[in-house]
């Protein structure tokens, strides 16, 4: 292994080795050493990560390449090797830097958060056993970033899940917590199952699990035409049905439509564990799967993987307005925030969703600890009805909580190149989802465009530009390049996340107005209310990152690892920013149309929010009474879990119980009822056979032979004279008889 | 000096049976410890034998074995000059291969387990019970490494009669019936099964022009296929079916199963289910695929329709159960559905998978039939509605339920994950079954967790509930796990462990046993049916110039396998 993957192999082992010592002596160590150890190895991982970070960053694309090492056969399916590497691109390592990041500052907060929690249940402390399942967890995470082949991410995908299980129920001893935990575990085994599928699939037709052998067999697979491309199931192609069914994987993990509904319950967790399982890295996971199936997609399937997107962001959007716990708005803004991501997959903004992945990461894990401080500091109260006003009372909370208000709602400075990062990653996604659906009738020209030198990636190609000028000396066509026209996309598909992008200010600023601004609503919480210095120290490290970091580290690290998609598109919105500034040929840029429509979507949302809660909730309450159908609707979160209830619940319910009760009264009444006729033959044959005819013969033989014997007996009385007589006459009779013969 | 271990690896166990059956009644208390320092012998004398694997793994002729011991046992024909004519040969032929070695590792494992797990659990007739335990051994190990077919019939069935005394003197309330019912119904099927051995040993002798009627392995196993007609085979292994299926179980022949698993005493459940049970499925490796391809092939798709079905119903009737042990008891027929679906896909992966299946199950089903024992000891209740919250209480104990849990419904990183992926990519691969059974198959994974889990949240989290009078301590028993019970369990949780690692461990020394000894005769098979039935086909995926493509040609193509992408014969 080169030096670099030594740097991240080490960097996923050291929390897997805080997870076995704190499994094995963490109850000795006690309760705030236990949690020292923990962020002292996921520390020492962040540092590991920050050096293969700036090492990778000064290497040439050369030594990248070279960097890059054979992997490790892990077992045998047949006679093909399942091997296990690192992936090693920019991608890989920014994920890293950003999982390892995050997770410092979410340990460091979690030992300030759980030293106030008693955690004894029956005098035995659970303290250890939670930073244990976070560096699990931490150690799968890392795994997940760095597997190079779809057998080992899934690996890592389920030991994810799994520490999410095990997270969701920490408070084990509580019905919903337990509940909250299946909930989450079997909604992900449903996204699974689709995942297990696909990965059938690749290997049946594909062949290999590695991800790079995986995207050159589907290549070469369409390029020979293979049963893949030619076969269709319900009028959709086996190519386009395996794209669908891995990216199932990430519907339950991402919580994308349908499957979003273990989100909001996973909330039961200890806080600490929302913001870094349920909302800074787990759920960001199948996004980066996404991403990295991305050139397996066929059109329809990258098609698919934008509804999906669209209806997700928008529903848990509008159900975040009404919600009044802290904790939920936040799940409900997450699940809003991946749909924006999973819609740039689908949209081909493959470099802004990730960008928003990783800006998102930070805000996202903020805004989570910001209200654990709150809970905390409100002796666990989530209901924001009852705060209020709590910026003097925690006033590093509020601001930081700020930060990321701004960053979610996209603030920035339009048509100025300023804003924080959900404003770039934002942006671009919509300004991608414009180019699909509007570029080609604006005249932007869709077409193959070559960055010479921009793909500074080893093994790949290069980054797709879209608004690229038309010239064909440099319309460079790849051996098997084909569909140079992606379709033109329903405007919808752009619509609806613009209408959403003025949602999103509108309840975050509603979140943290109703939270840390007006007057408090709830005298005893407020009075109570206080906070902590562990606590808020990771807060403002993760703000700065907010603020700073985002742009300008991660834009060029995702752009970097952009892959060449084969019958997809990726587009670079950046690129064609770039075109434009060099005077290329382009009639509109989709940003400069983008001003217009949402570049004010923050102020807008913000002023709405701010003007119906400025002075509490009686308004809203108002309104809410006035539009009494859409707000039942919208608390009863769309009615699915009743659907769901009532749909899956009861109808496997009542399958299960027929399947039983055919089990036991039917085959296995078979099974007894042969025995019963075997039984009764054997009777018939025991007792009316046997013993009347069989034996009844046997007796009868035996009574015969009896009466024969007494017969015959009557001749032999002992006197010899008779013998010779019967021995002459027999010896006369048998002579007569041969002669006769 | 090998065969002498395996030879007492299998037979002192009946020895010591003897020994702890006449134990002076006051020197009782001395049968536990007995028969543990037995079985402890007897795993040393496993792990002993398993050293000479990979040897054998390099052996290229594959005909090599571990502590193999042959003499003749039962003669009964004509003695002549040139040797026996007119006759019937019965040999006493042991040894281990690639195939049996796994199994008898688990199950020399899996003994000093349940007989230490039943220290506290048993408190009458306890000679007697350690004695039929001990019985019980010596009928495992001999049928993993018989290598007479007679022989292994003869362990086969001899296995029952201990289980049966097992189950029906100190098992649940309905042991009786369920002893019955067990011994009955896998009776009724081995016999036909029986008949199916016997009628292909005397064809054997015909095929071969030999008057002499012997019942090697070896021999029928490599039978030359064009003499045994398709039908004949297609029969034969209907009735070699008989025996298998039930024993496996498979759907619709399992309802033996929960009944016997659940009324069993927990070393009878334990020792039923990760090593009784793979008698069917070793049964139908180790005879139905090599003796009958032609049969095996006719009827792999029934078998997959089949295992598919168990997969899926055993899952949901798994949901509905109340009873903890029932409950998996009936996850079984599930796992057992995975591990013949992979092995009827007749792909290389897909038989190394079912093996590895076979050893896993035994591993984490066994390890949760402990476990849900030693809840059983201090609750007295199996009943999900009277348990819940038992974390509180134990906590050790729920960390081993966890684990061994989530080794069952899959959990990469442990065992149960490893068999069951390659199992179903195995399906989805496979020519003679489809991708649609991989679908079909992977509900089982679906089900399985919500089962599984459910189980496992109702009796550990949640609220503390107790049944009144509980915890019962009167045997020695703590709340929480005693190291006695740590000690039976932490061996199967660190086995869950090590081969969801590194499941190489199973497989690579498998690997060329099965290529050799089965799929090569499928693929003859295979090849044979092609050419009778489409010559012309045949000869279209091959056009063959200068004179290739006779029939010997095309049989050496297709024993190594049709290369990807040209499409086999149908």
Redesign the interface.
Known sequence: MSQLEVLLVIGVLIPLASFVLLAFVGARLGKPAAGWVAVLAIAASTVLATMALLQWHGMTPDQRLAAHSAPLV???????PITFGVNLDSLTLIMFFMVTFVSTCIFVFSVGYMAGHSDE??G?SKFHRFFAYLSLFCFSMLLLVIADSL?LL??????VG?CS?LLI?YY????SA??A??KA??TN??G??GF??G???V??YL?DLSLAGAAQAFRDGYAQQSALFTQHLLGVSLATWMGMLLFCGAIGKSAQFPLHVWLPDAMEGPTPVSALIHAATMVAAGVYLTARIFVLLTPEAQLFVAVIGCITLSIAALVAIVQTDIKRVLAYSTISQLGYMILGMGVGAWIAALFHLLTHAFFKALMFLGSGQVIEGCHHEQDMRKMGGLCRKMPVTCWTFLVGVLAIAGAGIPAAHFGLGGYFSKDEILAVAWHRVYGAAHGGHVGTWERGNVGTEPDTRVVLASYAQHDPGEQVVHPGHLNPEPRTLNPLLFWIPVLIAYVTPFYMMRCWWLTFMGRPRDEHVYAHAHESKLMYLPLVVLAAGTLFASYYLFRPMVAAAAPQPFLTWAYDGEAAEAAHAQGALIDHGAHRALVPIVGFAFVAGFLAAWLLYRRGLTLAERLAQTLRPLHTLLVHKFYFDELYGLVLVGG?ML???I??AF??YV??GL?NLS?RVTERVSRFSGVVLDQGAVDGAVNAVGRGTWELGGLVRRPQVGRVRNYILFATGGVAVLVLWLVLA | MAALALNLLIFLPLLAAVVVWTLPERRQALAPQLSLAVSLVGLALAALLLVGLPGLARDESGAALIGEARAEWIVVGERAAGGLRDGVILRYHVGLDALSAPLIALTALLVPLSVACSFTAVRHRVREYYAWLLVLTTGMLGVFAARDVLLFYIFFEFTLVPLYFLIGIWGGPERRYAAS?FF??TFAGSVITFAGLLYLGIRAAQIDGLSVIDFDLVRLSTLSLTQLSTTEQSLLFAALFCGFAIKVPLF?L???LPLAHTEAPTAGSVLLAAVLLKLGTYGFLRFSLPMVPHGALAWAQVMGVLAVLGII?GA??C???RDVKKLVAYSSVSHLGFCMLGMFSL???GL?GSVLYMVNHGLSTGALFLVVGMIYERYHTRDLDQLG?L???M?VLASFFVLFV?SSIG???LNG??SE??V??????SDVLG?WY??LG??G??LG??YM??AA?KV?????KEPPGTPDLSAGLRRDLTGREIAILAPLAVLVVVLGVA??LV??PL?GALQSQILDRVHEARAASAIQHHPAYAAEVHPLPDGRGSEEWYTTALFIGPE?GEGGPP
């Open positions: 892990w077992a045998h399916l047949g006679a093909v249940i029956d035995v057998l899934f690996i890592a995908w389920e030991l799994l299980y129920g084990f001893h509580k019905k337990s509940n935990a299946i575990f079997v085994r449903v699974d199952f297990i599928i990965l059938g699939m290997f049946a062949g496997t399958v299960k119980a399947c039983y089990d036991k085959i296995d099974v025995a | 019912k009955l119904y619709p399992h309802t033996w119903w949901l009737c949901w509905v159960q792909l290389p992966v190394s919250g974390a509180r209480q906590p989530l959990l990469p990183g994950f490893v992926i390659t179903l990519l195995a399906a989805f691969n991708p991989g679908v992977a509900t994974i679906l967790a919500v889990l459910y949240g550990l989290f949640g609220p503390l499941p190489r497989t690579d690997d990807p």
